[in-house]
């Protein structure tokens, strides 16, 4: 079975740092999907980014990127120039590539940005 | 983007009554969706999958009985909790494919607070 291990269950910066969000995951699988969430207060999700394991260049959106170190089994997220809309919980999550389309999630890090 | 959206937002109910909550994809038609129950602070665990017109496969641990799933379309999947009790309190959010391509995007409703009294 995977399992997805965050942690850091509290992050707090200041508006336009940067930050990076920690996880490690583990499984016996040579290919996945990972992927970062953001869970706002209003509870919605929505992805921030993804990666696949058979892709060597960390994923980029925008501010948010990836470090992504497979023999490490490390997927971390940063954040450059922080916003106060930043602030909300952060998943990580894996997905095998075979079978069922089925999201594990980390515990989740709450990231706080302050004015 | 793709738009899922799950009704009601927050219900309550008394021990021993059944709730249902649908869960809708609004712009695409959705061949696999998914339910998660989330307890405060903590993650989401999947509860089940479900694929349109076929039986839901449930998690390990998740009671088949207590939480009845129905896929009858493929834009709504409904999630019954029968003979609820107060421990069934929780926030179930669902969420849709597009397809079965590895990897896809999960599209996350906005969830359903439970609160059973």
Known sequence: AQTVTQSQPEMSVQEAETVTLSCTYDTSESNYYLFWYKQPPSRQMILVIRQEAYKQQNATENRFSVNFQKAAKSFSLKISDSQLGDTAMYFCAFMKVQGAQKLVFGQGTRLTINP | ?117
């Open chain 2, 1 to 117: 983007g793709a738009v899922v959206s799950q009704h009601p937002s927050w219900v309550i109910c008394k021990s021993g009554t059944s709730v249902k909550i649908e869960c809708r994809s609004l712009d695409f038609q959705a061949t696999t969706m998914f339910w998660y129950r989330q307890f405060p602070k903590q993650s989401l665990m999947l509860m089940a999958t479900s694929n349109e017109g076929s039986k839901a496969t449930y998690e390990q641990g998740v009671e088949k009985d207590k939480f009845l799933i129905n896929h009858a379309s493929l834009t709504l999947s409904t999630l019954t909790v029968t003979s609820a009790h107060p421990e069934d309190s929780s926030f179930y959010i669902c969420s849709a494919s597009l397809d079965r391509t590895p990897g896809n995007e999960q599209f996350f409703g906005p969830g359903t607070r439970l609160t059973v009294l």
